[in-house]
C-alpha cells in the first residue's frame, strides 16, 4: 500500500492537485478481500487527485479498477467481474447534516462535511464494496422453478400465481356449464 493513505486536510496544497495512487500489496488485498467476503481480489488500483475549491472545500476525483472472484447466487461457482468506476465527494466546510427523525436524503450524495483527515485507504474500500456486484451469476447460469406441496395435493406452480391464472379456469368452467350435454 502507498505508505501514506491517510492525509491531513490541513497539510493540503490551496494551489496545486494532491495526487495519490493507491495499488495495494497482495497480503492487503487478501485482507480486504476477506473482510467484503470475496473469493478473490487481482488488480486493485485507486488513483485520483484532491483539489481546493475556494479557500475552505475539496474536491476528491478518482478512479478506482480492480478485478473480483464471487461465487456465484445460482451454481456458487466463481464469477469474475471487472469493476471500472469513477469516485466524485466534495467536502464542504458549512455542511449541514440533516438531522431529525424523518430527515430526508440528500439529493447530492457526494457531498460530506470537510473531515480532519482524508483516510484514502477507507475511501477506496468503500467504493469498491458500493461497486461490487449484488448478486453475480454466471453465464449461461439460470435458477430453476422448485415445486412443493404435502403429499396428495396438486403443487401450486409460479403460472399458478398469475393475478390472472384463476379467469383462465374461470372461463373453461363458465363454458362448460352452457355447453348442453
Given at each position: ?36 467476503d470475496l ?38 461457482e466463481p ?71 404435502a403429499p ?30
Amino acid at each position: 500500500m502507498t505508505p501514506k493513505t491517510a492525509l491531513r486536510v490541513v497539510d493540503l496544497s490551496q494551489t496545486a492537485p494532491t495526487r495519490f495512487d493507491l495499488r495495494p500489496d497482495a497480503a492487503t488485498m487478501t485482507a480486504l478481500a476477506q473482510e467484503l467476503d470475496l473469493s478473490g481480489l487481482r488488480k486493485l488500483r485507486f488513483e485520483g487527485e484532491i483539489t481546493a475549491q475556494g479557500k475552505r472545500d475539496w474536491r476528491l476525483r478518482a478512479h478506482l479498477g480492480a478485478t473480483v472472484t464471487q461465487p456465484c447466487v445460482v451454481t456458487l461457482e466463481p464469477v469474475t467481474t471487472r469493476i471500472e468506476t469513477d469516485i466524485a465527494r466534495l467536502y464542504l466546510a458549512r455542511y449541514e447534516d440533516p438531522d431529525g427523525e424523518e430527515a430526508e436524503m440528500p439529493e447530492d450524495d457526494t457531498v460530506e462535511p470537510v473531515p480532519d483527515t482524508l483516510d484514502l485507504e477507507a475511501l477506496m474500500t468503500e467504493s469498491l464494496a458500493l461497486a461490487l456486484p449484488d448478486y453475480p451469476r454466471k453465464d449461461g447460469a439460470h435458477l430453476g422453478e422448485a415445486i412443493y406441496s404435502a403429499p396428495g395435493i396438486d403443487p401450486m406452480r409460479d403460472e399458478d400465481a398469475r393475478p390472472f391464472a384463476g379467469l383462465a379456469g374461470l372461463r373453461d368452467a363458465l363454458k362448460n356449464d352452457d355447453d348442453p350435454a
